[in-house]
């Protein structure tokens, strides 16, 4: 990725950014798919990345500094993933 | 994915919102990186999902709605991928 090495990358060490909230139907459902995710989150030491992974209510929030757009890329791809299989074992 | 035709979508139409930012080290770069995917971001009609694509000084920013988490991925890479090819052609 050009961020790696670059101008960008010496101007800001985490030139990126950003929140996804997800809402579910209700707290219970957030509650369980968090707490499956959670255990992903804890165990994986990140990098290039770094995530903030919350529950609020019904909502499950992931916030985010990456130092370049592939790291955000693998990043957001594996927790979408993850809370992807939270919910398919919950079938909701 | 879960979400579609589940509980969740009755629910919420655009279950999923969120924003990233990326900051790049001068307005000028960001001006040519945010019009090079503009043009893509144009041309391209989603429907699962909705995309703000905006420019504010040296900064790019997606700020999106979604149905479902697949939607999201999919979207999210595009645009990602999109700004990697118009970084590079600069090699930022």
Not at 24 to 36: K, L
Not at 53 to 61: A, M, P, T
Request: hydrophobic residues 40%.
């Amino acid at each position: 990725m050009g961020l790696q090495g670059s101008g960008v990358a010496e101007e800001k060490e985490w030139p990126i950014e950003g929140v996804i909230e997800l809402s579910f139907p209700d707290e219970e459902t957030a509650r369980i798919v968090y707490e499956s995710v959670l255990y992903e989150h804890e165990s994986v030491p990140y990098r290039r990345s770094r995530i903030e992974f919350l529950r609020e209510g019904n909502r499950v929030i992931i916030r985010f500094l990456a130092r370049d757009n592939s790291a955000l890329r693998g990043t957001l791809n594996s927790y979408l993933r993850w809370i992807k299989v939270a919910m398919d074992s919950l079938e909701v």
